[in-house]
């Protein structure tokens, strides 16, 4: 990482806009623009200005599952992502439940020099859903989010005392929303595709049962309940309808969601093994619709790395989960640029984001914490697992030709990462 107290990115464009500009940062912030140069000077090359973006859910594995990933590896990967902010999932081991982690966790993202961290907390001691946590001492020591991810939160009434504390306290309590019972073991979407293949199956009844459930508790509790990685279309319209009723909640969609379904399983690898399960071609579609209304609050990639040996065992034992959170902008803007475009994936990335945690909405004017990317959005590159800085060297959509890719990142006016 490269530090200066000023610095100055010439050739560079807003999106949307043809003109060529120039961005001044000093000490962390953004100065202005077109300003007359000073300091460091950085060619843009063209490039499109963009705010970092923001990822509410990703696996970072540190503490305890540092072959997976570690907080350099994962923060990295996020900056080589073009993500400014990464909320780190509090399944590890031991987990996130101590304020002393959080701050731990904190202080050593800090000295990286690459994304920043704001990891989540768990909502229960140890994850076993029955008693809370610290929640206003985790919150002090500064914890973004309460969440039991990884775990499905099956007792109805620590949930609720759990979103009655956390609003207390302005925070969001965010859930993985799957009826354990009803999910069992299953290991893939149940449907004609699980039958044929002789799996069993995780019915889309385990997602909106529990969903149900979750909506009557926060529309009781008056808590700020967010839905993480909603993958099927009958979820969604439970969250649409809980909106219009005034309930506080809010949702995530992941790319991969929007991208493979359960037919990807018919391969029998395992890299295509998610919680919840990749679904059907309906359901993705009805998930891209909810982007476009608005229905779906915001993106996230539930960047879940795993060795590769993991990953090569079957379908029962491999471990569920997809890392791909540096290539999630160009699969996006590959994918879906000509319908969605450049403004609502942005927003869905950025400002949509910030809105679901209750956060300063990003802005790139003048006194601004200077957190933004620089994207290429013509050039096609290839996915190269070996530029990966995640150590998870592996995932469904490697060789295949993207564009969009993230140039230059910067975080409070430093480049945490620079393509080579």
């Not at 090359?45 to 973006?53: D, L």
Request: hydrophobic residues 40%; contains cysteine.
């Amino acid at each position: 990482m490269t530090q200066h107290s000023t610095l100055t990115i010439t050739n560079i464009r807003r999106p949307n806009s043809d003109t060529s500009e120039s961005l001044t940062i000093e000490n962390g912030l953004i100065k202005g623009w077109n300003l007359p140069e000073e300091g460091q000077t950085l060619d843009g090359n063209g490039a499109t200005i963009v705010p970092a973006f923001i990822e509410p859910h990703a696996h970072l594995r540190e503490p305890g599952q540092e072959q997976k990933e570690d907080l350099a590896s994962g923060l990295a990967a996020a900056a080589a992502g073009g993500y400014g902010t990464v909320v780190s999932m509090p399944n590890t081991a031991p987990v996130v439940d101590d304020p002393a982690i959080v701050r731990a966790l904190i202080d050593k993202a800090a000295a990286l020099g690459f994304a920043r961290l704001r990891p989540a907390a768990a909502l229960t001691r140890g994850q076993d859903g029955e008693q809370l946590a610290e929640l206003a001492l985790l919150a002090e020591a500064g914890a973004a989010v309460f969440t039991d991810d990884g775990r499905t939160n099956e007792n109805a009434r620590t949930l609720r005392l759990g979103l009655e504390y956390a609003h207390s306290l302005g925070k969001v309590v965010s859930v993985h929303a799957e009826d354990a019972g009803l999910r069992a073991g299953g290991v893939m979407n149940e449907g004609p595709v699980s039958e044929a293949l002789g799996l069993p199956g995780n019915p889309a009844a385990a997602e909106t049962a529990h969903i149900a459930r979750d909506i009557e508790i926060c529309r009781m509790t008056g808590g700020r309940l967010h839905i993480q990685h909603l993958s099927t279309a009958r979820a969604l319209e439970l969250v649409k309808a809980a909106k219009t009723q005034g309930v506080n909640i809010t949702c995530e969609v992941c790319p991969h969601h929007l991208l493979l379904t359960d037919e990807a399983l018919r391969s029998f690898d395992a890299v295509y093994k998610v919680a919840p399960p990749l679904r059907t071609q309906s359901d993705a579609q009805a998930l891209l619709a909810g982007l476009k209304d608005g229905s779906v609050d915001c993106l996230a990639t539930d960047h879940a790395p795993h060795t590769r040996a993991e990953k090569e065992l079957d379908l029962l034992q491999a471990p569920s989960g997809i890392a791909y959170i540096e290539i999630a902008f160009p699969l996006l803007w590959t994918n879906f640029g000509a319908e969605l475009g450049l403004q609502k994936i942005v927003e869905l990335l950025t400002t949509d984001v910030a809105r679901v945690l209750g956060w300063p909405v990003p802005s790139l004017e003048a006194g601004q914490p200077a957190d933004f990317t620089l994207l290429d959005l013509e050039t096609v590159r290839p996915v190269d697992p070996a530029t990966f800085k995640s150590k998870a060297k592996f995932n469904p959509w490697v060789g295949q030709d993207l564009k969009g890719w993230p140039m230059l990142t910067v975080v409070d006016g430093q480049v945490a990462f620079e393509r080579a």
